[in-house]
């Protein structure tokens, strides 16, 4: 079993070589640079689960890597100036700062179908089917954000961040073959490891939870998630440590 | 063999009808708006191709439909201000004109990921694979054309336009269950249209073709790509009359 750190670095050169499609020409600079300098949640947490449920971590890595160029995708067109007009992303000018809007819209688009075309690799549609699910209920939860739907925070943060969390376990049990009528304890997992990354990116934040709530009540969220999520591990009858790290990281983490 | 004005209808009606994902929400009404009024050419394409080859057309509509849909995000994506700041499409307002800039953002991004639902609806790959690889030609294509590329017009064109009109054919194919090694002769008619589609284009717009190279030389090479395609369909051992009056079509339309 490989540990967090280790899963990480596979992403990491995965990404590096990953070719994009010669169609698109000098628009895959814009879209390596999205793609630099992520956390790699998505795929960590879904290379551990495929890990954990008997599948070799080549088999994993395209899914891994497809839940990385939707996630940066997002981030993308957030950044925009039509949304979140946010100037700055992973310590450096976001997207369009960098490549001007049009090439960053651009960009977002091409994440997207990169996106797919990865996770088409596999045999069977289902992971593409998990990634277009996952994918239209983020965008949902975004719709909600900038309209005002946040009087329902809770349906917010499960369409807009929880989403593509489960879909990385979700990803992960296709790449491994686990069979779907194996899959309810793992999806579980994944529902909860949602609220556990959003409660705790808004105690970091400042806002969400945090602020709603207060500090205090969203750190009694954010540890009840991690026990959830804990919790569900132990209904499933294969070695889960890796994911219980990846658990107790998300819990305390600080960036 | 159904009519070009039969596919038209079938394909509106089908449309009317398609519901889209849940999870979005209000989003769905800028999606639905964004897809009206279209004159349905790549659906036409896709049905009458789909027919030809001998499938039944209802096994064809997913595909068709998810053509429109990639066609329809290319447009909201590049009215935006950030792309072509077109005000108006198809005779209305333009979607970010009429939702706001982020709503439109989104709704294109979510017309991306329900083409791809859609056509994962079949049993195998190969059909969404066809829709990645035309979607991620075009966007290059779009790239091409913001960063002034068009010192090659010709590749420009093949990208941007006619690789989503090529792969009309390509997944009715796909949807007919025409095997790859009988698919050749079909392709070839599905590249010759994208010329054909796009030149005429220029010469309506009095753009691209038809101010580069007058508009005598740019209605001669339409007439070229017309007897082409034309020339392209006789090699094929099935009836394609209904596809031939497509061409036709295409070479005298007048919007």
Do not use: N
């Not at 954990?52 to 995708?73: K, N, R």
């Not at 934040?205 to 969220?221: E, F, I, M």
């Amino acid at each position: 079993m490989q540990a967090p750190d280790a899963l990480f670095e596979l992403t990491e050169r995965y990404l590096e070589r990953l070719e994009l499609d010669a169609e698109l020409g000098e628009q895959r600079a814009s879209m390596r640079y999205a793609l630099e300098g992520g956390k790699r949640v998505r795929a960590v947490i879904c290379l551990a689960t495929a890990e954990a449920a008997g599948a070799d971590l080549e088999q994993a890595l395209p899914a891994a890597a497809a839940l990385e160029l939707i996630h940066a995708f997002s981030l993308v067109h957030d950044d925009l100036p039509a949304l979140d007009d946010d100037d700055e992303r992973r310590g450096r000018p976001s997207a369009h700062v960098a490549f001007g809007e049009g090439v960053a819209l651009l960009a977002g688009d091409a994440l997207i179908a990169e996106a797919f075309r990865l996770v088409l690799t596999y045999p069977t549609t289902a992971p593409a089917r998990e990634l277009a699910g996952a994918t239209l209920g983020m965008i949902g939860g975004q719709y909600l954000d900038i309209t005002g739907g946040d009087s329902d925070l809770a349906e917010l943060h499960r369409l807009k961040t929880g989403r593509l969390l489960a879909a990385s376990v979700g990803l992960a049990l296709w790449a491994a073959d686990v069979p779907e009528c194996e899959q309810e304890p793992w999806r579980e997992f994944g529902e909860e490891l949602g609220m556990l990354f959003q409660v705790v990116d808004d105690l970091l934040d400042g806002d969400g939870y945090a602020a709603r709530l207060g500090v205090d009540a969203a750190r009694g969220l954010a540890r009840e998630a991690g026990e959830r999520a804990a919790a569900a591990l132990v209904q499933i009858p294969v070695a889960t440590s890796v994911l219980r790290a990846i658990v107790d990281g998300l819990v305390v983490r600080t960036v």
